[in-house]
Each structure stands twice: as C-alpha cells, then as structure tokens.
C-alpha cells in the first residue's frame, strides 16, 4: 500500500521535472551555501588550534627579549648551568624571490615533553636529523610548494604548521646563520630550591598562549561567513517552502483519490515523508558536493585573507571530513522538514473530499497581510527593545532576527501600501495595478526571499566596508610616518638618530613598556609631540585640545577597550604614574588588551629604564625607499629591521580586496539563490495565472504587450524589494556594527555608507528578477493562441 | 623523548638483538679499545670523542644524620653520533645525565640531555669538570690526581644532593692494566675506577635536608662496542667489604641463558687481582616486581679464589631509575662469608 501511495505521489514529479529539478536545487543550493561556510570556518579554526599547538606554545611559557631580537647563545647556557629547564628555539625564513619558508628549529634534547616535538621516533634518521646536512620535517602542502632552492632534504610528518618546517636547532642555525636562540621554551615543573624564572633573568617571561588571541581576532571574520551562510540557508527554504507547498496543492486530487480509494491518512503521510527523505537526501548529497567545491574555490582566498590580515598562517587546502559532510546532511533534512512542516499538517487536516484549488492556495498561501503587518510590528517594537535594553550577544542577534523576520513579514503590506500610492490614468493600467496587488500573496514568499538577500548584501558589504575603511584609516594612524627603525641597542638607536637628524624631517621615538592596570596586562607608550600624531590619530571622544593637554605631562590617552571595559571616560582618572586624567579615547583595532597613551617626558619619568630602540622617521614619501636601503647598507641593519610604511600598506589593501573576492562571490551567491525563488514563484504563478489573462487577450490586447507588462511587473516589484532591502540591510548593518561588535569583540566600527555598491546591487537585482521573469514572459509572448483559447474551454 | 633517544644509541644495528641501550651496536666510523692500553691523565679522565660511547659513573653508600642508609648515584653518559667534535650545535657528540637518589621507602631518579658544542653538557679536564646543565662533578684537588677530591651535584624537581668525596687510595685498572674484556667474542672496553672515596654532603628530600656521610666509587669506561650482539644485559656489582678490600664483579647475560662473567679483587692499598669469566658465580635468590617487571633483586655471589660466599639485599628493591634506558640501581649490603655495603646494577630486564 505504502509503495502504491509513494508511486502515485512521485508520479507528480514526473510530470513536472522543472518543478522537482527546483525543489532540488533550492535544498542543493541551501545546502552547499551553508555547508560551504561551516567547511571554511572549520577549517580554519582547526588551523589556529593546530597554529597555538605548535611546540606545545598553548601549553609552555617561554622566555625571549622585551625588542623581540634573538636571546644570547650565553644566556641560554647560563640558564641552564644555573639549572633551569629552557629549551632553545631558532626561527626565521629562507627566502629565495617569491618563495619562502619559515624553520622552526628546536633542540629534541631539551624541550619539554608538552612540546611535542614531532614524530622523532624511531622511523626518522635520528643521525640525519642531528647532523648535516639535517632533515625537514614538512607537512604534505607545504612539501608540495615551490620551496627556496638548496634545502635540506625534506621529510612529511604530521602536524607541521603550513610554511613551515620543522628542524633540529642545528640546521636552523646553519641555514639562517645564527647561533642564537630566537626564544626559550620553559618547562612548566623547574627543579626544586631554584629563585622563579622571572628573577634569574631580565628575559620577558610570557605565559603559554592559548591561541585565543587569533580566535578573538578572526572571530569577526567567521561571523561574517556564518552570517551569509545563515541568510543563503535561510533563502534557500524559502525556495524549499514554496516549491513543496505547490507541490501539495497540485497534489490534492491524487491524495483524495487515495484517500477515497481506502488509503490510510498514516499511510499518505509516511510516503510524503519518505518521499521528502530521498529528495533532501539526494538534494543534501548534490549540495555537499557542490557546498565542499565553494568552500575549496574560496580557501585560498580565505587563508590569504586572515593570513595577510592576522597573521593566523591557515593552510589555502580543504581537507574532507566525514563529520562535516553528514553535519551538512543533517541541517537539509533539518531544513526540508521545517519548510515541508505547513504543507504536512494541511495535508494531515484536509478534509476528504475537498477540491483542489491551487489558485486559493497561492492566495491563501500569502494570506493574512494584516495579521503579518501585525507581527512584523510587534518583532520591531522587540527588536528596538533589545537594542536599547539588550545586554550580550545573545541579545544583539536577537535584535537583528527580529529585524529579517520583521521585514520580510511587513514586505507584502508594505508593497501593497505603495502600490495604492499608485494613480492609474487607465483603464488597462488599473487592471495591471490591480492584477500586480493580486499577485503579491502568490509572490510574496519569493520576494521575502529576495529582501532577505539584498538585504544581507547591504548590510554585510557595509559592515565589511566600514570595516576595511576603519581598519585602512587605523593603519594610516598607526603607520603615519614612512619609515619605522628598530634599532640593536637603545645606545645604538641614540646613535642612528643623531645621524639621520639632518637629513630628515622629523625623528619619532617610540617607546612602551608593559605594565598592569586594573590587574590586567596593558601598554603604555610614550609618544613625541608632534603633529603627525595630532593629525593623523583619530580620537572617538576627546577633551578640548587633547594633545597639549597630553605634552604639559598630565594626561593619558586611552585605548576603546581599556575606555569600555573598564569603564572610563574623558574626564576620569587612570591609576597610571600617580594618576593621569584621560583627555581623549582612541581605536584600536584588534587588540584585545588596554593601552594608554602618555607625552614622551611624562613616560621617561615613569619608566626611566627604558630607552628607545625603536623610532620613526618622516620624510618626503618618494625619498623613503632610498633612505630605508641606505639604513640597511650603510648602517648594517637587518632586514627586517626597517619597515616601509608604503609596502605594508600597499599589501594590506592587496589582502583587503582579497576578502571582498570571498564576500563579493557569496554575495552573488545569496542573490542569485533569491533569484531562483523568484524564478519558482513566476513561473508557478504564470500556469495558475492563464484564466486571468486570456480574457484579457481574448478583448485584444497582445501577447507581446501581456509579456511586456509581466516583465515590467516583475522589474517593480524588484524595485520595490531594494527599497526596502536597503533601509533593512542598513539597520543590519548597524546592528553588526553597534550591536554584535560590541558585544562579541569589545570595539565599535564606526559605520561607512557606501552609496555606488548600492546602485551596483539595485542594478543586479534589477536582473535577477528579469532572468527570473524572461522564462514565463517568453513563454507567454509566444503562446500558441489555441492555449489560451483552451482556458476558457476548460478552466472552470 | 624516550623513543628518540632509545633510536638514538641504537643507531647503524641490524634487526636482530642488540643488547641493551644499543651497546651492541656495530663500532663502524669509530675506535676500538685494543689490549695492553697506556693510560695518559689527566687527560684520559676527559672524553674520547672518537669512541661510540663512555661514561662517567659514581655511586655512593651513605647513613643520614637521622642513622638511616642512603645510596646516590651521579653519571654523565656520553653517545656520539659520529666520531667528530665542533663547538657549535652542529656538534654530534650527545650527552645524558642521570642522578638518582635512594632511600630505605623511596627512590628518586631524573635525567637530563643535551649536546656538546655549544657548551649545555661536556667534559674538561684542565681542571676537571664533567656536567650537564648545574649537575656536575667537579675536580677540587690542586695536587696529584684529579680524581683525588671532587664536588659532586644534582637537582631534580623533587630531590637534590651536594657531595664532596676525598679519595683515600690509588686509581685501579680492570680486567688487563685496564682493558676490560665483555664477551668471549673479544668485545671490550676501556675501564678504570677509583674506588675509595669517602663522602660527606647533603641530601635534599622532599621532607627536607639530610646530611650523610659514606663512601663512594667512581667508573670511567669508554668503549665503541663493548657488548656483543646476544649479550641481553649485565649484573653488576661493586662491594666494599667491612676489611676496607673492594670487589667489582659483573656477568653479562646471553639471549641463550648463558653468562659471561669478569671480577677485580682490590686489596686496601689498591692492589688489583683480576678474574676472567666463570672465576665468579653469580646466582638470583629472590625477585622483586618493579616498574611491571620482574628482576632478581637479591643474589648469592661466589668467587671461590678469594674463599667469598655472600648473599645481597638491596635498601629499597624500588631503585628503578625511570629513564630513557630504564634500569635497576641501588645500595645493597651484604652478609655471609664477607659484610659490607656496595651498589648494584641490573640492566636489560624487560
């Protein structure tokens, strides 16, 4: 009875391949879009995890040199004599043109168990490994790269950060020609009657980093991806929604003969489920496959991406993984059950003998306009409400569910509001008029869609551009001069400035020393009086005249998150070198800890020990390449020793576009998803719709003129979703921005409006709905006659 | 770690049975110890870079302020990779500390690595000083042999000791003028001690600090291959009798149960008699199950030339040193035809 049931249901299916070919592609494009994202977040969060365990970095201390520059060979052996267990590590890149790899070089016969030294058993030549020319422990990509030429051999092993290789301390020594350690790892458990590390050396002892800071970091970048994958899911049901919904309704007639033939409710109702079942299994497996191919197209960007904004070295390959693939499965069956779940229950409380109506139930199927204005209102008022009242992020991302949900809600009554607004001049265009009003229930699940699309558009390319203008403009505050010195020695540092006094601008020092406010690890920085500060540093709320308050020695600046964390405003006093009043608040960035800000006096007074190594020098910008080479020829400086501004600009803003390559291709993504939607709903909408328009053929108007005004119509109707897409997607914006921020990261992005990406997306919407109308319109500009003559022969 | 550093002194062997700690391994690339050796000091006390393998090996008998028996032991093995020496951390010549520290209830071991080189772990010899790390033996004597007064530390997390040993006889030479013979094969190593010192220093326990006095004994082997490849591992005693003679006396296990055994008879004023295999029986009486294994921990020991039939007991049959080359070493003390206290070794019990 089942396999009857399930047959004569299917048999739909088969009469109508293009419906079925979109109920599988609204679930398989769903699937893949937030599979696609899940895959990509994942992987890159098992790479910061794998990154923070690294020599066991989550769970050793380690002890290196307050200017970062590499720990004395002797003050490693004095550690050790002295009988403290510190295990050397010396790192750096081999470089050769355009390839690079960094060495990690460890000593296996030192470091502590937690460091994990890799897969050192007995498969390795030990001998090889500890003598020349040694051995380089590489992961399977990175062995696979173009690599500097005269390594090493290679050798794979599991557990190699990306880039990277793993080498014993001798061939790191010999390939990078120093014998210095870059830093020490120190074991957790010392040996007993021994002072604490910290008072044995003038070494920063840093505690084990549990990889937090590039999680925190990147975390906003992840909400991004999730938040797309989320709203392409979203839109992609909606898609599900309808399709399945027209499905039932088509079918009432075949499940009332079954019925009336004696088959069980139970029984109709387990071969729909079933059927449902296949179909989102085999829609999940093509969206697996289709979501796992996005993800791989868009790794490499992505890892280019937080590697050239964070740091965080992310490897640019998908691997696969069984969990994530039925994960993926899971949410489509998940997702097919709650678009299907209205159709099911009507179908369980159809009464038997009811008539099919498929043109009621797109009406009906929309219904209750007023009922949905009402909610939509309701959901704003507690939208607004947990934006002023809300506390956490929980209450952020209830604010901005209340605001999609309320818009989509309030769209049909919105656009059936503006339509009134409408004064048609004839008869025919009042008929259109009235036609488009009854035809907005029967779209209004498709055009929901295509707000939430454009919507999301907006609001995450706003925050995505307010972010990337921000973080540009923080970089220009951070990076103001052109270029940055490090120098050996602060004696050294002394030296240099007074030779290049005469020959530049303006010499900077920079100075900071790490300090403890309000119990928690903070900076503080002296800075020169100088007006490459005073106009370049972009204060959020300031006191009159913050910087000569700051250079009379009185006053601090501080950074947003000590400001919102602890609480402290212009005006107040910071527990800093007996008391300082703050004078101005400043962005910072991606920084999880405090930071203050005091005159170059005022923090050589507190902190007399410490002397400049580091300065910044101003110059005619076209003068800054020749001067930065000379500093390293003549001066002997290392490489890296001087920074050039202009390059890392000019590669931020290369990696910044890189991220609009990710954002900007699911962008597409979403919106051509919503036009789908659309594409279901028009051309289910052109069939139910032949009665009405024959009669208007039949009194002579064309095909031609018929098609046109379903094109138009279809056009208005996108036009009016963008409008009120944008106040939507800007109020998103805003809510990721002021709201979830916050909340999640402890900083506000000061929002950027970006009005020439909306025209861009008001013109792609505009497009999305004419290849969504083009089908139905071609069709019907080239309907044959007798069909349309046939409605009135046979349509009741 | 472990595994590395088992990989490590187990370098160039074929499959087959290797002895303990690798010391079966083929010598190839190094020296070999030949008969009738010239020893030079001080710079035979030094390291011989060009053999495989060699140690520097002190245990001591000590009673505690508080009447209680103590045994320390203090060695820096050294295990080359290859025959060459440099002096920055390309250097293959590779270092291991043990230190262990036994009392009647409780066993103490730890271990340290490192490589020559750079200068974390090695041997000098003008003036003497062996050490890994702050654990050292360092010569104090301004007269005469280096060996003659050392200082002697090691720290652990949960124990540490600071001795000072006076010697009060001559070095003495094993098997022939100090070329020691290890198997009928004619494997062999270079092998010297000095047997007679007397120790005072301190103890520092968990509970806190024990001051001891006692005596010691000091091994110096170096060797490339001085075990053949069915040789599974030794038994190894040194005895202090209550007479103030000493007694070294080792057997060296075949894979087939057979033993290969040697002895050095040390009269008070250093006079050496040596004994070749099968002059001295050494027979398991009681085991012990330590570390999930089982071993002999108390033996009858026969030498019929000197009249000697003793049985040993160990102070605490837990002295199992928890390294990478995990081994059985304590204190003993022994009764029968002869008393007296000495150290006993047991390696290669799995």
Not at chain 1, 446 to 466: C, E, K, Q, R, Y
Not at chain 2, 24 to 43: E, I, L, R
Not at chain 2, 85 to 98: E, K
Not at chain 2, 140 to 166: E, K, M, N, P, V
Request: aromatic residues 8%; glycine residues 8%.
């Amino acid at each position: 009875m089942l396999y009857t049931a399930l047959q004569s249901l299917s048999s739909h299916w088969r009469r109508r391949p293009g419906q079925f070919a979109m109920l599988v592609l609204g679930l398989a494009l769903a699937t893949a879009l937030w599979s696609g994202v899940q895959a990509i977040n994942a992987e890159a969060r098992a790479a910061y995890d794998r990154a923070a365990a690294t020599l066991g970095q989550d769970q050793l201390a380690r002890l290196e040199r307050a200017d970062g520059r590499p720990v004395a060979l002797e003050t490693y052996l004095a550690l050790r004599a002295q009988g403290y267990l510190v295990s050397p590590v010396i790192t750096g890149e081999v470089r050769d043109g355009d390839t690079r790899l960094r060495l990690l070089g460890i000593d296996p016969l030192t470091a502590p168990p937690q460091a994990q030294t890799p897969a050192l058993d007995g498969d390795l030549d030990l001998a090889g490994f500890f003598t020349d020319p040694g051995i380089l422990l590489v992961s399977a990509e990175t062995a696979a790269l173009p690599l500097p030429p005269g390594l090493p051999p290679l050798r794979i092993a599991e557990n190699i950060p990306p880039n990277a290789a793993i080498t014993d301390i001798s061939t790191a020594a010999r390939l990078l020609l120093r014998q210095d350690p870059s830093y020490l790892l120190v074991a957790p458990e010392q040996p007993i009657g021994l002072a604490p590390l910290s008072d044995a050396s003038d070494l920063i002892l840093r505690a084990p980093d549990s990889g937090s800071d590039i999680a925190r970091l990147t975390d906003s970048f992840h909400l991004n991806l999730t938040a797309f994958g989320l709203l392409s899911f979203g839109v992609g049901l909606f898609i599900v929604h309808a399709a399945i919904g027209l499905a039932f309704e088509q079918r009432r007639a075949t499940i009332r003969t079954l019925r009336a033939l004696g088959t069980p409710l139970r029984t109709v109702l387990l071969a729909l489920g079933l059927e449902l079942t296949l179909i989102s299994v085999l829609a999940g497996a093509i969206g697996i496959a289709l979501g796992y191919l996005v993800a791989a197209g868009l790794m490499p960007g992505v890892a280019g991406t937080l590697r050239g904004l964070y740091g965080a070295d992310v490897e640019g390959v998908l691997r696969f993984s069984p969990e994530w693939a039925v994960s993926a499965l899971i949410i489509t069956l998940a997702g097919t059950a709650a678009a299907a779940a209205q159709a099911m229950l009507r179908t369980a409380r159809m009464p038997l003998l009811a008539p099919a109506m498929p043109r009621a139930w797109a009406q009906a199927s929309g219904g209750g306009i007023r009922a949905q204005a009402l909610a939509a209102l309701a959901l704003f008022a507690l939208g607004g409400g947990l934006a002023l009242l809300g506390q956490g992020l929980l209450a952020a991302f209830g604010c901005l569910a209340c605001l999609l949900v309320g818009a989509a809600l309030a769209l049909p009554a919105l656009m059936t509001g503006a339509l009134k607004l409408i004064r048609p001049k004839s008869a025919f265009a009042e008929w259109i008029l009235a036609d488009t009003r009854q035809q907005i229930p029967g779209l209004s699940l498709a055009l929901m869609a295509l707000l939430l699309a454009l919507s999301a558009n907006i609001g995450v390319s706003t925050m995505v551009g307010s972010f990337r203008a921000t973080f540009l403009g923080w970089l220009d505050q951070r990076l103001a001069s052109e270029l940055y010195v490090t120098a050996p020695s602060a004696d050294d540092a002394a030296r240099l400035m007074q030779a290049l006094a005469p020959q530049v601008d303006a010499i900077l020092p920079i100075v900071s020393a790490e300090v403890r406010l309000f119990d928690l690890p903070a900076d503080v920085f002296g800075i020169a009086d100088h007006p490459t500060y005073r106009d370049a540093w972009p204060l959020l709320s300031a006191a009159p005249d913050p910087w000569a308050q700051l250079e009379r020695g009185d006053a601090v600046l501080v950074n947003e998150q000590l400001s919102r964390r602890e609480n402290l405003r212009v005006g107040d006093m910071l527990p800093l070198a007996g008391g300082l009043i703050i004078v101005g608040v400043y962005s910072d960035y991606g920084n999880p800890n405090g930071q203050a800000i005091v005159s170059l006096s005022r923090f050589s007074e507190t902190f007399p020990t410490i002397r400049a190594t580091r300065f910044a020098i101003r110059i005619a910008p076209e003068e800054a390449p020749a001067l930065a080479t000379r500093l390293r020829t003549e001066f002997g400086l290392p490489e890296e020793a001087v920074t050039n501004q202009a390059q890392v600009k000019a590669f931020s803003i290369e990696v910044f576009d890189q991220t609009f390559l990710v954002t900007g291709a699911l962008n597409v993504l979403t919106l051509g998803v919503a036009g789908l939607a659309l594409l279901t709903s028009l051309l289910t909408l052109a069939n139910l719709r032949l009665p009405q328009l024959a009669p208007l053929w039949a009194i002579g108007t064309s095909r031609a003129t018929l098609a046109a005004v379903e094109m138009a119509r279809s056009l208005t109707l996108a036009a009016l979703t963008f409008l009120l897409a944008l106040p939507t997607g800007l109020a998103l914006a805003w809510i990721l921005l002021a709201l979830v921020n916050v909340e999640a990261f402890g900083w506000r992005l000061p929002m950027r409006i970006f009005p020439p990406d909306w025209l861009a997306l008001f013109g792609l919407a505009l497009l999305a709905a004419a290849l969504a109308a083009l089908g139905s319109t071609i069709r019907l500009a080239r309907m044959a006659p007798a069909r349309l003559t046939q409605v009135f022969a046979q349509e009741r | 770690m472990l595994r590395l550093l088992a990989a490590l002194l187990a370098l160039s062997t074929t499959a087959h049975a290797q002895g303990f700690a690798g010391l079966g391994a083929g010598a190839d690339g190094f020296a070999t110890p030949v008969p009738n050796p010239s020893f030079s000091f001080p710079a035979d006390h030094g390291p011989h870079p060009d053999y495989r393998i060699e140690w520097w090996y002190l245990t001591a008998t000590l009673t505690g302020d508080d009447g209680r028996d103590y045994g320390v032991q203090w060695t820096l093995f050294r295990s080359a990779l290859l025959p060459t020496t440099s002096d920055d951390w390309t250097s293959p010549q590779l270092f291991m500390g043990h230190a262990g520290l036994t009392t009647p209830d409780q066993h103490f071991s730890a271990e340290r690595l490192g490589r020559g080189g750079v200068g974390q772990a090695g041997v000098s010899t003008m003036p003497f000083r062996a050490f890994i790390d702050d654990w050292h033996m360092t010569s104090t004597a301004t007269t005469g042999d280096a060996f003659d007064t050392i200082t002697l530390a090691a720290r652990s997390t949960d124990f540490a000791y600071d001795l000072s040993l006076g010697a009060t006889g001559p070095l003495i030479f094993h098997g022939q003028a100090g070329f020691s013979v290890k198997s009928a094969n004619g494997q062999a190593s270079y092998y010297y001690s000095q047997p007679f010192y007397t120790v005072t220093g301190t103890l520092t326990l968990p509970s806190g600090p024990i001051t001891v006095t006692g005596n010691a004994w000091l091994d110096r082997e170096w060797s490339s291959q001085p075990l053949s490849e069915d040789q599974e591992g030794w038994d190894w005693f040194s005895l202090q009798f209550d007479s103030g003679a000493r007694l070294m006396a080792f057997g060296l296990r075949d894979a087939d149960g057979g033993s290969f055994t040697s002895a050095t008879w040390i009269e008070p004023d250093g006079t050496t008699t040596p004994y070749g295999d099968g002059a001295v029986t050494l027979t398991p009486l009681a085991t012990s199950t330590v570390a999930d294994r089982t071993l002999p921990t108390e033996w009858r020991l026969q030498l019929p030339a000197r009249d000697l039939d003793i049985e040993t007991t160990p102070l605490n049959p837990a002295a199992w040193m928890d390294t990478s080359f995990p081994y059985w070493e304590g204190p003993i003390r022994f009764t029968g035809t002869h008393h007296g206290r000495g150290y006993l070794e047991m390696t290669g019990y799995d």
